[in-house]
């Protein structure tokens, strides 16, 4: 007696980018994985101004530097120097 066995697999993924949805079509079970990014967030100022906090210290505060046009966290303004009689 002789036998064939035929047996076809197909999977198909549809993504449609204006929805936002995935579609799966699968004859075997399997898993889908799928990321996206998700939307920007609001910028650190309306303006545009940048933060450099490349000279942080422990106890730093933000403040604005109006020479170079950015906000600053360095060790000029923390919260020991202004207690400490900083200029306030």
């Given at each position: 007696?002789?036998?064939?066995?035929?047996?076809?697999?197909?999977?198909?993924v549809?993504?449609?980018?204006?929805?936002?949805?995935?579609t799966?079509?699968?004859?075997?079970?399997?898993?889908?994985?799928?990321?996206?990014?998700?939307?920007?967030?609001?910028?650190?100022?309306a303006?545009g101004?940048?933060?450099?906090?490349?000279?942080?210290?422990?106890?730093?505060?933000?403040?604005?530097s109006?020479?170079?046009?950015?906000?600053?966290?360095?060790?000029?303004?923390?919260?020991?120097?202004?207690?400490?009689g900083g200029n306030f």
């Amino acid at each position: 007696m002789n036998t064939v066995t035929i047996s076809e697999t197909k999977n198909t993924v549809s993504v449609n980018e204006t929805t936002n949805t995935v579609t799966v079509n699968e004859g075997n079970a399997s898993v889908v994985t799928v990321a996206t990014e998700g939307p920007q967030g609001p910028a650190f100022a309306a303006t545009g101004t940048s933060l450099n906090d490349s000279g942080k210290v422990n106890n730093s505060l933000v403040y604005f530097s109006s020479s170079d046009g950015t906000f600053k966290a360095d060790a000029t303004r923390t919260v020991e120097n202004l207690v400490d009689g900083g200029n306030f």
